[in-house]
């Protein structure tokens, strides 16, 4: 009965440790454009967050060219070019942060954002569940001018 008790307790204590142990990692990093003004909103008649949709591009070539990336993407000739756009929502509930982005970014502003991706679910106007994917930013760093204050 000792001998099934240490058992348990070795297998309890390496459950509590693998739960406050185990790390796991939800990041994610862009560089984009801004696809319209930010909104304010509330959620739950509480928590105001600001909302805007931030452009990323994939480009790549057909041929056998090779292409260089830097600070600017630097195509050499030959070959065709393809281009993806993909449009993430971004969504600020940080105080602080929440209410400069609100304030400063624009349509077009060139910004780097970083956050961590979350699921969720909502129902449109015809009662409609619908998925949505977005990215909690909690750092967001101006690239461009196109930045001003709203009027």
């Not at 009965?1 to 070795?10: E, G, I, P, T």
């Not at 060219?65 to 000739?77: D, H, N, P, Y």
Request: include cysteine; glycine fraction near 6%; charged fraction near 25%.
């Amino acid at each position: 009965s000792l001998q099934v008790f240490r058992q348990f307790v070795r297998h309890e204590s390496d459950t509590v440790a693998s739960l406050v142990l185990e790390r796991s990692m939800n990041r994610v990093q862009l560089l984009g454009r801004v696809g319209q003004d930010p909104i304010m909103r509330q959620v739950d008649g509480k928590n105001p967050v600001t909302i805007f949709s931030l452009a990323t591009n994939e480009i790549w070539r057909t041929g056998e060219s090779e292409v260089t990336q830097g600070a600017f993407l630097f195509l050499c000739t030959l070959g065709d070019i393809s281009q993806k756009t993909t449009w993430h929502r971004i969504s600020v509930f940080r105080p602080g942060l929440r209410d400069v982005t609100y304030q400063y970014v624009k349509k077009g502003s060139r910004l780097y954002v970083e956050g961590k991706l979350d699921y969720g679910e909502y129902t449109d106007k015809n009662n409609v569940r619908r998925q949505a994917t977005t990215i909690i930013a909690d750092n967001v760093i101006f690239l461009s001018d196109n930045v001003k204050e709203k009027v």
